[in-house]
Structures are given as structure tokens and as C-alpha cells.
């Protein structure tokens, strides 16, 4: 988790409006004391989507997604926390404290520097493509049809052969060959060093907050001497650097991201070109994975733009395979999906330029649904394949609701044996008990009878969500002891981190997505009026009553267990007495 800096996140916060900046994204309108609208970030048509912007937070009761402003930007946009906190400072104009531990300096050194090095790196791709060497770079890109917009949209560049142009360039600029190394521009070579992207079109890829972080390169010319030069494979992709993950980004998102929010859709294809190529034709929401199969962390972020994707990919084998698994992280994370299967032999590029827009149209009113799609293709499996396949599917999805129906299809559809789903689905439902239960399931009232455990979880922690100040004083009542649920530690404890202050944001901040919808929906649901000390005393008093009559349980084992019935403990009599005290003083309270 990255570091919280509270100062800064007060300030944003004061500056900014959390309504003012969903309002970017939703179309928001007034009910009462809150904004509503339907969810971006599941499919909706019902305004189930809720901005309080009093309080500075939001919350779904469709999808469970909520948080502050930092936690609608950065789901919005596919941004990790530290992003956004330095995206919406700049935005507000609130200055970072930099005084941060030195590792985390460090680190922070090292990525500006990698940065700066692939700006340079994207710059001199760009002079290389409209130099002297770079014509035959420009005549490819006329012939593919690629628009001199469209080149310059994506920054696309021009890598010369020669060994060490950017190595030049880069030492230059001040930077070592080692720095060079860790960026993945350079391989080293002695003390010189040498260009990783030789002889290639460039692709520079950027992160959704528009940095340059990392590069594709394809090369143009497929003779033998050209391969040579450039490493013997066609496309070659950034290795990890401390800017890049694999597997976390997708090439072309940054510049789909406005499109996507327009469209309400992403598209996702293999290619690079093919990417450059749908833009070009209009289609302005589509991006693609950066040269390996589909992650979860990329499914995660274009579902932080859309709650629907509609999936491009080759007819052969490879794209078949690339759609199942595709189809399964989207719908495993809820998303609604369908999937474009292109004819064997034709790519996106190819398609719209020999056949046109209204070629590809008819493909894509063809579109099978997802679970179709995944459903066809497990047909072709064998039976034990396909029913390992859907074993592990249902595993995965994230939300609970959606588990019968994909299980009732997939059943219906693969004559798969009904027994072995229904375990299947028991492991789920066993393992999803674990969980923080929903904040609309019953609660007890009435008495101080002892309540079912996880009631007694929701009751306390839902008080401790409205009224954090008060957690030492349940601390001092022994109010902990009676927790039960893991989720309900988890909450108590990273509050309790929190003290003195219990600054919201920070709670927050530490608080897990589940964590985080357990408490916030507790602060949209809150009882009328005021309830604070009452609801305070409530709690003590039953843990005085239960706590009492654990007490009253362990005098009682210890009395039975005593070797000597004549010669019992004074300290065990003790107890006793005042246990019995207590019973005599609640009687007298409750009369």
C-alpha cells in the first residue's frame, strides 16, 4: 500500500468537489441531499449510484463500489492511489510533501528518471521518422494507410539500425549505460552499450496518466538482413521496468480513455496496428494487450471505464484462445461482454482496408455474447476439460449474485453433471462466508440476549464506521473481545492504527474494497436522529451483560474442576461474589 499523506488528501479534498469531478464522468442529478445517477462502473440503467457530497464520498447498492474522490479517480481512469493523489494535487494545486522514507525516495528518483529517459527515447523515435533514414519508415506507414493524425496521435517513431543512436543520445543527456539498462532502451555491451529497438517502428505505450512508459517496435522489412539486424522477431515489447509492469497496461487505453467514457464500451484487440487502425476508422474506444495473453489487472482497469467490452480478436487457433480466456476474466469481474471473431487469414488492418467500415460492421452485428462464446468453445473440449474449465470459472467470479446464473447455463448448456457444480458452488458460498456481510441483512434488536455473532459484528462496527472517536471507549468496555468475524478485526484494527485523530481519509486508505463498502454504506444508512451516546451506551452495556456472563461460565468450569470442594480459591469467590453483584445491578437497571 503506498504511503497516505493525510495533509495533502485534507487539502485536495477541501479544494475539490467530489460531485464537480463525477460529474465529469456521470451524468449526476439532485435527490434530496445527494447526486445520483446510474453506475459507471457496472451495466445499469437504474440510478443506484450515490454521491454524497457533504460527506466527500460515493457509493453503489448495485456493484458495492465506493470511496472518496481518490477512489472514484483512480477506478475511473485505472489508477493506482499514488497516481491520482499526484494527479488531482497538481489538478488542485497542492504541493506533495516529499519528506518521505528513503527507499520510498529512492524509488521515486529512479521512476522520474526512467521517465525522462523514455520521453527522450519518444522524442528521438520521432526525429528519427521524419529524417533522411526514416523514409522508408514513412513509405511503410503511407501503405498500411496509417494518417499523419493518426501517427501523430500515437507518437508513432522510427528506431534507426544503427547499434547506438539512442545509447548516443541518452549518454548525451547525462544518463549512464546502466540507467539506460534499467529503463529497457539499452542492452549492455562493455562499457558503450547498445539500442534495444533497432530497425523497428515504434509504438511508444502510455499509462493513463500520460507518461511515455514503455515502447512496442515491428520492423518493416522482412528479409533476412533485417532480422538479423533487429534480433530475429518481428514485434519486441519493453522488458519490466520501475515505470512498467507487464501485464498491467494496455496499449492505446490513454488515448481511448475519452472514447471509451463517450461510447460506454471499450474495445480490446491484439495489435498494435490494429489499435491504430480502429482509431483511424472512427473507432475511438479501442486498445490492446502489449504483446501477452489478457491479465486480470488489465481487465480490472478498463473496468474502471466501462462496465461493457466487446472483444476483436484473429479466427485462428491463438485468437480463439486468446477470446476464451479473455471472455473469462471479463465476466469473472462482472463486465458485460461479447466477442468479434475476425475471418482466418484477415486482421483488423487488413479488414478495414480492403473491405471497409461496413465489412467490419457485419462482423460485429454477428458478435456472440460472452458466456456464448465461452460456452461454443468448451463444447470442443473434452467433457472432464470443459467441466474443470467451469469449476474454476465459478471459483473466480467476484460477484456472488452472478454465480447461479453463469453455473445454470453453462450446466443447461454442457450436460455437465449437476452434483459436481453444486460442490462446486458450495466451496464458493463457504468460501464467500468469510467475507464483510452486507449491512442490509438483519439485525438484532431488542434485550441483552446474546445476539447471532455475525449480528454482533454488524452492530458494533457499523457504530464504529458512524463514530470512530468512540472505538477507545468500547477498547476500555472490552468490546473487542466480543468480535468474532475476521473483517470485523480487520476494521477494528486499522481504526484503531488510526487513533488519535481517526481521521476518515486515513481509515479509509487502509480499509480493503470490502472493507471499505461495509463502511461507507453504514454512513449512507445511518438511523435518523440522533442515536450517537445512546446507541454508545447500548453497546457497553452489552458487553458488561455478555462479558459478565462469560465470566460466569468460566467461575462455574473452575468451581467443578476444584480437586477440594472445602478449600475453594479466594480469588475464584471473589469473582463469584461479584458476578453476582452485577447480575443484582443490571436486574435493578432493566427493573
Given at each position: 500500500?503506498?504511503?497516505?499523506?493525510?495533509?495533502?488528501?485534507?487539502?485536495?479534498?477541501?479544494?475539490?468537489?467530489?460531485?464537480?469531478?463525477?460529474?465529469?464522468?456521470?451524468?449526476?442529478?439532485?435527490?434530496?441531499?445527494?447526486?445520483?445517477?446510474?453506475?459507471?462502473?457496472?451495466?445499469?440503467?437504474?440510478?443506484?449510484?450515490?454521491?454524497?457530497?457533504?460527506?466527500?464520498?460515493?457509493?453503489?447498492?448495485?456493484?458495492?463500489?465506493?470511496?472518496?474522490?481518490?477512489?472514484?479517480?483512480?477506478?475511473?481512469?485505472?489508477?493506482?492511489?499514488?497516481?491520482?493523489?499526484?494527479?488531482?494535487?497538481?489538478?488542485?494545486?497542492?504541493?506533495?510533501?516529499?519528506?518521505?522514507?528513503?527507499?520510498d525516495a529512492d524509488r521515486r528518483n529512479q521512476r522520474l528518471a526512467v521517465a525522462k529517459m523514455c520521453d527522450l527515447a519518444k522524442d528521438r523515435f520521432r526525429r528519427n521518422l521524419f529524417s533522411e533514414a526514416g523514409a522508408a519508415c514513412r513509405a511503410y506507414?503511407?501503405?498500411?494507410?496509417?494518417?499523419?493524425?493518426?501517427?501523430?496521435?500515437?507518437?508513432?517513431?522510427?528506431?534507426?539500425?544503427?547499434?547506438?543512436?539512442?545509447?548516443?543520445?541518452?549518454?548525451?543527456?547525462?544518463?549512464?549505460?546502466?540507467?539506460?539498462?534499467?529503463?529497457?532502451?539499452?542492452?549492455?555491451?562493455?562499457?558503450?552499450?547498445?539500442?534495444?529497438?533497432?530497425?523497428?517502428?515504434?509504438?511508444?505505450?502510455?499509462?493513463?496518466?500520460?507518461?511515455?512508459?514503455?515502447?512496442?517496435?515491428?520492423?518493416?522489412?522482412?528479409?533476412?538482413?533485417?532480422?538479423?539486424?533487429?534480433?530475429?522477431?518481428?514485434?519486441?515489447?519493453?522488458?519490466?521496468?520501475?515505470?512498467?509492469?507487464?501485464?498491467?497496461?494496455?496499449?492505446?487505453?490513454?488515448?481511448?480513455?475519452?472514447?471509451?467514457?463517450?461510447?460506454?464500451?471499450?474495445?480490446?484487440?491484439?495489435?498494435?496496428?490494429?489499435?491504430?487502425?480502429?482509431?483511424?476508422?472512427?473507432?475511438?474506444?479501442?486498445?490492446?494487450?502489449?504483446?501477452?495473453?489478457?491479465?486480470?489487472?488489465?481487465?480490472?482497469?478498463?473496468?474502471?471505464?466501462?462496465?461493457e467490452l466487446e472483444l476483436v480478436f484473429d479466427g485462428d487457433g491463438p485468437g480463439r484462445k486468446a477470446a476464451l480466456n479473455a471472455c473469462r476474466l471479463a465476466l469473472c469481474r462482472g463486465l458485460a461482454c461479447k466477442v468479434v471473431m475476425l475471418p482466418e487469414g484477415e486482421d483488423i488492418d487488413?479488414?478495414?482496408?480492403?473491405?471497409?467500415?461496413?465489412?467490419?460492421?457485419?462482423?460485429?452485428?454477428?458478435?456472440?455474447?460472452?458466456?456464448?462464446?465461452?460456452?461454443?468453445?468448451?463444447?470442443?473440449?473434452?467433457?472432464?476439460?470443459?467441466?474443470?474449465?467451469?469449476?474454476?470459472?465459478?471459483?473466480?467470479?467476484?460477484?456472488?449474485?452472478?454465480?447461479?446464473?453463469?453455473?445454470?447455463?453453462?450446466?443447461?448448456?454442457?450436460?455437465?453433471?449437476?452434483?459436481?457444480?453444486?460442490?462446486?458452488?458450495?466451496?464458493?458460498?463457504?468460501?464467500?462466508?468469510?467475507?464483510?456481510?452486507?449491512?442490509?441483512?438483519?439485525?438484532?434488536?431488542?434485550?441483552?440476549?446474546?445476539?447471532?455473532?455475525?449480528?454482533?459484528?454488524?452492530?458494533?462496527?457499523?457504530?464504529?464506521?458512524?463514530?470512530?472517536?468512540?472505538?477507545?471507549?468500547?477498547?476500555?468496555?472490552?468490546?473487542?473481545?466480543?468480535?468474532?468475524?475476521?473483517?470485523?478485526?480487520?476494521?477494528?484494527?486499522?481504526?484503531?492504527?488510526?487513533?488519535?485523530?481517526?481521521?476518515?481519509?486515513?481509515?479509509?486508505?487502509?480499509?480493503?474494497?470490502?472493507?471499505?463498502?461495509?463502511?461507507?454504506?453504514?454512513?449512507?444508512?445511518?438511523?435518523?436522529?440522533?442515536?450517537?451516546?445512546?446507541?454508545?451506551?447500548?453497546?457497553?452495556?452489552?458487553?458488561?451483560?455478555?462479558?459478565?456472563?462469560?465470566?460466569?461460565?468460566?467461575?462455574?468450569?473452575?468451581?467443578?474442576?476444584?480437586?477440594?470442594?472445602?478449600?475453594?480459591?479466594?480469588?475464584?469467590?471473589?469473582?463469584?461474589?461479584?458476578?453476582?453483584?452485577?447480575?443484582?445491578?443490571?436486574?435493578?437497571?432493566?427493573?
Amino acid at each position: 500500500m503506498s504511503a497516505f499523506n493525510g495533509s495533502a488528501v485534507r487539502a485536495i479534498k477541501e479544494r475539490l468537489n467530489i460531485a464537480d469531478l463525477v460529474r465529469r464522468y456521470v451524468d449526476l442529478r439532485r435527490v434530496g441531499n445527494r447526486w445520483v445517477a446510474p453506475c459507471p462502473f457496472h451495466q445499469e440503467t437504474k440510478p443506484s449510484f450515490s454521491v454524497n457530497e457533504e460527506e466527500g464520498f460515493f457509493y453503489c447498492f448495485g456493484c458495492q463500489a465506493a470511496g472518496d474522490i481518490f477512489d472514484f479517480h483512480s477506478r475511473i481512469n485505472g489508477l493506482e492511489f499514488k497516481d491520482s493523489l499526484e494527479q488531482l494535487a497538481a489538478e488542485a494545486g497542492v504541493s506533495l510533501d516529499e519528506t518521505r522514507r528513503a527507499p520510498d525516495a529512492d524509488r521515486r528518483n529512479q521512476r522520474l528518471a526512467v521517465a525522462k529517459m523514455c520521453d527522450l527515447a519518444k522524442d528521438r523515435f520521432r526525429r528519427n521518422l521524419f529524417s533522411e533514414a526514416g523514409a522508408a519508415c514513412r513509405a511503410y506507414l503511407e501503405q498500411r494507410g496509417i494518417s499523419a493524425q493518426m501517427s501523430e496521435a500515437f507518437d508513432l517513431g522510427w528506431s534507426l539500425s544503427a547499434w547506438r543512436d539512442l545509447a548516443d543520445a541518452l549518454r548525451g543527456a547525462g544518463f549512464s549505460v546502466q540507467e539506460g539498462v534499467e529503463a529497457g532502451l539499452l542492452k549492455n555491451r562493455g562499457r558503450e552499450g547498445y539500442d534495444v529497438f533497432r530497425g523497428r517502428l515504434i509504438f511508444p505505450v502510455r499509462n493513463m496518466s500520460g507518461q511515455v512508459a514503455a515502447f512496442g517496435g515491428r520492423i518493416i522489412d522482412a528479409s533476412a538482413e533485417a532480422l538479423r539486424l533487429s534480433g530475429d522477431a518481428k514485434y519486441i515489447n519493453s522488458p519490466e521496468t520501475p515505470l512498467y509492469k507487464k501485464g498491467e497496461h494496455l496499449y492505446g487505453l490513454f488515448q481511448a480513455r475519452r472514447g471509451i467514457a463517450l461510447q460506454k464500451s471499450a474495445m480490446l484487440t491484439e495489435g498494435y496496428l490494429d489499435v491504430v487502425s480502429l482509431h483511424q476508422f472512427g473507432y475511438a474506444n479501442a486498445c490492446a494487450a502489449l504483446g501477452t495473453a489478457l491479465t486480470g489487472e488489465q481487465v480490472r482497469r478498463l473496468a474502471g471505464l466501462s462496465s461493457e467490452l466487446e472483444l476483436v480478436f484473429d479466427g485462428d487457433g491463438p485468437g480463439r484462445k486468446a477470446a476464451l480466456n479473455a471472455c473469462r476474466l471479463a465476466l469473472c469481474r462482472g463486465l458485460a461482454c461479447k466477442v468479434v471473431m475476425l475471418p482466418e487469414g484477415e486482421d483488423i488492418d487488413s479488414l478495414l482496408r480492403g473491405k471497409g467500415r461496413e465489412a467490419f460492421e457485419d462482423l460485429r452485428g454477428y458478435a456472440s455474447e460472452g458466456l456464448d462464446f465461452c460456452i461454443r468453445s468448451l463444447s470442443r473440449a473434452a467433457p472432464r476439460e470443459a467441466l474443470e474449465w467451469v469449476k474454476n470459472f465459478l471459483a473466480a467470479v467476484e460477484h456472488p449474485e452472478l454465480v447461479a446464473g453463469y453455473a445454470a447455463r453453462l450446466c443447461r448448456a454442457l450436460d455437465l453433471d449437476e452434483r459436481e457444480l453444486r460442490k462446486t458452488l458450495a466451496k464458493y458460498k463457504k468460501g464467500a462466508s468469510s467475507s464483510v456481510p452486507g449491512a442490509d441483512a438483519p439485525r438484532e434488536k431488542g434485550g441483552y440476549g446474546l445476539l447471532r455473532k455475525d449480528a454482533l459484528d454488524r452492530w458494533i462496527m457499523g457504530f464504529v464506521a458512524r463514530f470512530p472517536q468512540h472505538l477507545p471507549a468500547l477498547g476500555d468496555a472490552g468490546v473487542m473481545l466480543l468480535l468474532t468475524g475476521d473483517w470485523a478485526l480487520s476494521i477494528w484494527e486499522k481504526t484503531a492504527a488510526c487513533a488519535p485523530d481517526f481521521d476518515t481519509d486515513e481509515v479509509l486508505h487502509r480499509l480493503d474494497d470490502k472493507e471499505k463498502d461495509f463502511w461507507l454504506r453504514q454512513k449512507l444508512e445511518a438511523p435518523p436522529g440522533d442515536t450517537e451516546f445512546r446507541e454508545l451506551a447500548d453497546i457497553r452495556k452489552y458487553a458488561a451483560s455478555a462479558c459478565g456472563k462469560r465470566q460466569d461460565n468460566a467461575c462455574v468450569q473452575a468451581l467443578r474442576r476444584a480437586p477440594d470442594k472445602n478449600a475453594y480459591d479466594p480469588a475464584l469467590l471473589e469473582a463469584m461474589n461479584e458476578a453476582l453483584l452485577r447480575k443484582r445491578k443490571l436486574g435493578s437497571n432493566n427493573g
